[in-house]
């Protein structure tokens, strides 16, 4: 445990207080990780104490999704994450109206070599974007002007909630569609993304639940096997998880209002 960005985010899930200190280093951070959870029996039991599981396409009847390498699977579109490819930091299931507010991932198997996890938090991304690219901002918050998925949802990369918070919602896989002028902050978006990705080299064992309405999480390219476990769902009752980030929580040191902007 000595990747520093896993060990600022661990809690012992097995100790008397752990899913209490999990739900509110998740609300604050969007991030939890943890270890302990070694095959897929000990990953439905660690589920269902955090959340409800959802049905998925590619899951199994227990919740669980199985991501590895299965050749040729990973060329169709929307199947990228069961190849050895860098996969793009992203949301999942980003073409529901409402996609799943957590994400489980356990790692059972680490690559021969990369296959890193990444994951960015998303409050930082619009903070710097609200700093150094505020017009580039305003298009990626316009509602409607980004499909995600096909046929997929109408929305935005950020979108407000009723309580003044702000959710993020992203995919670069081919099965997105931004419409103009939205397009055009694309590359701005993609190089502000860069610079906040946070690799979580998983070992076997170790896993991490993030808050997919805030996080974005992707993977690095790999060689040799590689396999992960997955679970999508909503927190459990007892835990109460804003909806995303408060706009301006993260501040961004040295920033210039014309470093990115050139709408």
Known sequence: MDHEDFTS???????????????????????????????????????SRLLTTWEHRDAGADGVTMIADRGSVADRLGYAGFGTRELHPHTDASALARPPRLVMLVCIQPAESGGESCV???AAVYADLAARAPGFLQ??????????GDPGYWGSVFEPTV???????????????FTEPVDEAVPVLRAVISRYERDLPLRPGQGYVLDNWRMLHGRREFRGSRLM???L?????????????????LAVVGASTDAWDRP
């Open 139 to 148: 298009r990626l918050r316009r509602p409607g002007t980004v499909r995600f």
């Open 233 to 249: 769902g909503d927190p459990v009752s007892a835990w109460v998880l804003p909806s995303g980030f408060v706009p301006g929580s």
């Open 163 to 177: 309580d003044g918070r702000v959710t993020v919602r992203l995919r670069l896989d081919g099965l997105e569609h």
């Open 9 to 47: 985010h661990y809690v012992s899930l097995a100790s008397s207080d752990g899913l209490e200190r999990a739900a509110a280093m998740l609300a604050r951070d969007g991030l939890v990780t943890f270890d302990g959870v070694h095959d897929r029996r000990s990953v439905v039991d660690l589920a």
């Open 120 to 122: 960015v938090d998303g």
């Open 229 to 231: 476990y997955r679970v």
